[in-house]
């Protein structure tokens, strides 16, 4: 019975350690670089979450969200309850063709979007009411970088004036 007792213990320890672990490697490799130090705003590298997607903490009108970066996305899009938050409202109907098929939400023009340490006033925002716990960083706003993707990093660089 005591050998018992112990292996589940030891078992219970390694599980635990791997949580931590795990926790610890995760977040290391979510972090984005370039915001602080001499190069602010000069270009932000973000590398690969282990899904092989790149996410990027933002806001839209100051309201927090989780971007997904979405090269096929035409608009920067937020899901209904994100729109209800953000003050997203308005705007004129439009229908999106999706991965999950069409879907009617709004267009809404005049938008604050912030991606890590980069701010863009007056951009549309889509609000698709079948998108939940994500936002989709969409070419409206990624036109306005270059973008430079390899297999664990992606960088953003703002276009100069001539560029754009």
Known sequence: MRGHFIAILVWLGLIGAGY????????ASSEITGCDGPQASREVLVPASRDGHFYL?????????????????????IG??????????????????????RVEGRLVPAQTVRVACFEISGISVAANPGLEDMALLGQNFLRRFE???????LRLRPRTPAEK
């Open 20 to 27: 931590v672990a795990f926790r610890h490697f995760d977040r």
């Open 57 to 77: 903490d933002g806001a839209v009108n100051g309201t927090a969200v989780r971007f997904l970066v979405d090269t096929g996305a035409s608009y920067v899009t």
């Open 80 to 101: 209904a309850a994100d729109a209800v938050k953000a003050g997203v409202s308005g705007g004129r109907p439009a229908v999106f063709n999706t991965a999950a098929g």
């Open 147 to 153: 973008v430079t993707q390899t297999r664990q990093t």
